[in-house]
């Protein structure tokens, strides 16, 4: 009878070493797997942040242009601008700067060239930078 109890311990402890063995092989997959999906969310909030910062920069070029628009029809001798924008004017953490450069076109003197470049967020190593270019008409000739 000693041999059926001795060989009932080594099933019994063969079966408790197998169940180690299946938990850890599920203890490594489960971490692997919350892994990857660190990763991939870590990805994603990158993702959405330079979105953010792209769409914040174009908005900022389309206001630079209607900035010069607005400025050139106020004084017609208004070439250049550099226009910073503090974080809280743009209701967030940081600051943004536009600068508008006007030219005007050969052989036609009531028109110029407008271009704008928007960067965001200004002094930043992810910094966006939109251009936007053009032309307006000063006035109309009768």
Same mark, same amino acid.
């Given at each position: 009878?000693?041999?059926?109890?001795?060989?009932?311990?080594?099933?019994?402890?063969?079966?408790?070493?197998?169940?180690?063995?299946?938990?850890?092989?599920? &203890?490594?997959?489960?971490?692997?797997?919350?892994?990857?999906?660190?990763?991939?969310?870590? *990805?994603?909030?990158?993702?959405?942040?330079?979105?953010? &910062?792209?769409?914040?920069?174009?908005?900022?070029?389309?206001?630079?242009?209607?900035?010069?628009?607005?400025?050139?029809?106020?004084?017609?001798?208004?070439?250049?601008?550099?226009? *910073?924008?503090?974080?809280?004017?743009?209701?967030?953490?940081?600051?943004?700067?536009?600068? /508008?450069? /006007?030219?005007?076109?050969?052989?036609?003197?009531?028109?110029?060239?407008?271009?704008?470049?928007?960067?965001?967020?200004?002094? *930043?190593?992810?910094?966006?930078?939109?251009?936007?270019?053009?032309?307006?008409?000063?006035?109309?000739?009768?």
């Amino acid at each position: 009878m000693r041999r059926s109890t001795s060989t009932t311990r080594r099933a019994t402890s063969r079966r408790n070493g197998a169940f180690l063995v299946v938990a850890m092989i599920c &203890l490594v997959l489960s971490t692997v797997l919350v892994g990857a999906v660190l990763t991939l969310v870590r *990805s994603q909030h990158r993702q959405m942040v330079q979105e953010q &910062l792209r769409l914040q920069a174009e908005w900022l070029a389309e206001s630079g242009l209607e900035r010069a628009v607005s400025q050139l029809h106020a004084d017609s001798t208004y070439t250049h601008e550099t226009w *910073s924008i503090a974080a809280g004017e743009l209701g967030g953490g940081d600051a943004g700067a536009v600068t /508008i450069r /006007i030219e005007p076109v050969e052989n036609q003197p009531q028109h110029r060239i407008v271009h704008v470049e928007a960067v965001y967020p200004t002094g *930043s190593t992810q910094a966006v930078r939109r251009t936007r270019q053009t032309t307006i008409v000063l006035f109309q000739e009768s």
